[in-house]
């Protein structure tokens, strides 16, 4: 388990419970290591899903990459009196990164070669773990993204913002697919309210007062749970979380809305899956197990089941100060949830307390959806830039080619009027020499004087042609 604090510096930790007398589980929390390397408040920090990598960004744009030192002797003594020695010598793989401004957010990808943040300068990159390079980075992407999340079959990334926007992004291509940010729903009641037919906002606005909003995927990728909902209806809202299914992202329209009595901020899904309740007949999202996941308020965590699609347990009132994140432990069975006081609760559950664990292997999950072109034929409107530092050295600015290019089309266009009606261009004074660059494969042309050229007869050509513009320019019409 890792934490980050104001402190500037990364802790990690490990936890266990141990059998005591009577049948009691105690649990055990030991400190492994304190990583110091960040200047300012460290906002998040990421664990790379085989473990080998971890990752941290704080408020100055800094990003770490930590790995273990496995040469180095595992006790090192700490720079503070007061705190134990470091167990694990954990040292940067790379040199720290550098971006823009503060990170928000940081999720790996699945294969722990990339992973990808989003800032308050309202900007979105993707970086290589191995090498530190940025592959991809979208500027001006939204208005403070505070949410990333990656899927575990690795191809899509989805993150949100305070501009009530969801966005799916290729996890490959590093395009983007599709914007969610309103839905048309027919009539119903919710809560002993009437909600008319017509369109509405899904998300929160920027008066949600939390740092983050992150989403998550469920360990098959087919769902996508989405906090921070609320339905506006009138004097009264309605707060909840989405659920989108794979083959339904396309379309933008959330499979179901599963109410709740504040606004969350904060998905986590356990990876473990459950079989389905066999007393239990409906099973609106039609899974052949059931999926279990925690969502996050200020002050309180709810526990979610796929099966029931409704709350199924809560814990309120378990810090003195705001909640601001959790995880679940790799064996679904504690959940930990953290605060700004610095203190961290534990829930543990009993192994019946979930249900039983899916144990049956998972049939061929079904192939991801495939987005439709836009109107001008283009199968993705908007893309990242990929960065390569030699190509953008050797190749001129973006508003160059343009006006090279308009050049060359000109041109080609007058040598097509010249095939046609026999009329040269020049003169019969000057000729056009046959070997001028062509703007097909170069944007530049080049052009050469040619060799007999008479400056007497093109000079009193000029002449004539500014008395002309003279003329034009005295006329009272003008």
């Known amino acids: 388990m890792v934490t980050c604090s104001l402190r500037k510096e990364v802790r990690i930790w490990k936890m266990d419970f141990r059998m005591l007398p009577f049948g009691i589980e105690d649990l055990g929390v030991y400190f492994i290591a304190n990583l110091v390397g960040h200047r300012t408040t460290v906002n998040v920090a990421r664990f790379s899903p085989d473990g080998q990598f971890l990752a941290s960004g704080d408020c100055d ?133 009437n909600l008319t037919v017509g369109s509405y906002k899904l998300f929160h606005d920027d008066q949600l007062m939390s740092f983050s909003r992150i989403p998550d995927f469920s360990p098959d990728g087919e769902l996508l749970i989405a906090p921070s909902g609320i339905l506006e209806m009138g004097s009264s809202n309605v707060f909840g979380i989405y659920i989108f299914r794979r083959r339904e992202f396309p379309k933008g329209r959330p499979a179901a809305f599963i109410p709740s009595s504040k606004a969350t901020f904060r998905i986590s899904c356990c990876p473990v899956l459950y079989k389905l309740h066999r007393k239990v007949v409906g099973n609106p999202l039609k899974l052949p197990y059931r999926i279990v996941w925690a969502a996050l308020t200020k002050n309180t965590v709810y526990i979610f089941d796929s099966q029931l ?24 069975r504690v959940l930990m949830i953290c605060s700004l006081e610095g203190y961290i609760s534990f829930i543990r559950f009993d192994e019946v307390a979930l249900g039983e664990k899916y144990t049956e292997k998972i049939s061929e999950l079904p192939s991801s959806p495939i987005f439709k072109r836009d109107r001008k034929g283009h199968k993705y409107r908007n893309s990242l830039n990929q960065f390569d530092e030699k190509q953008r050295e050797s190749s001129p600015p973006n508003s160059l080619l343009k006006y090279f290019k308009r050049i060359s089309s000109s041109q080609t266009g007058k040598e097509g009027d010249q095939a046609k009606t026999g009329i040269s261009t020049l003169d019969s004074r000057t000729k056009k020499v046959d070997d001028a660059a062509s703007c097909s494969g170069n944007p530049r042309t080049i052009l050469k004087r040619p060799a007999k050229f008479d400056n007497s007869k093109k000079e009193s050509d000029n002449k004539v042609n500014d008395k002309k513009r003279a003329k034009l320019t005295t006329s009272p019409l003008l």
């Open 61 to 193: 744009g800094c990003i770490i990459i930590w790995k273990i030192d496995a040469n180095s002797p595992n006790l090192i003594l700490p720079r503070d009196d007061d705190f134990p020695s470091n167990v694990e010598n954990w040292v940067r793989y790379k040199t720290p990164l550098s971006h823009d401004s503060d990170i928000c957010s940081l999720c790996w990808s699945p294969d722990s070669k990339r992973f990808a943040i989003v800032s308050n300068d309202e900007s979105f990159a993707i970086y290589a773990a191995n090498t530190g390079r940025r592959l991809w980075h979208m500027r001006s992407y939204r208005r403070f993204p505070n949410g990333v999340a990656w899927d575990p079959r690795g191809k899509y990334i989805v993150t949100m913002s305070t501009d009530r926007k969801l966005d799916i992004l290729c996890g490959k291509k590093g395009t983007r697919l599709m914007c969610i940010q309103n839905v048309r729903l027919p009539e119903t009641v919710l809560r002993k309210s």
């Open 309 to 332: 699609c409704r709350c199924v347990a809560c814990a309120t009132n378990l810090q003195y100060d705001t909640l601001t994140d959790m995880t679940w432990s790799p064996d679904g």
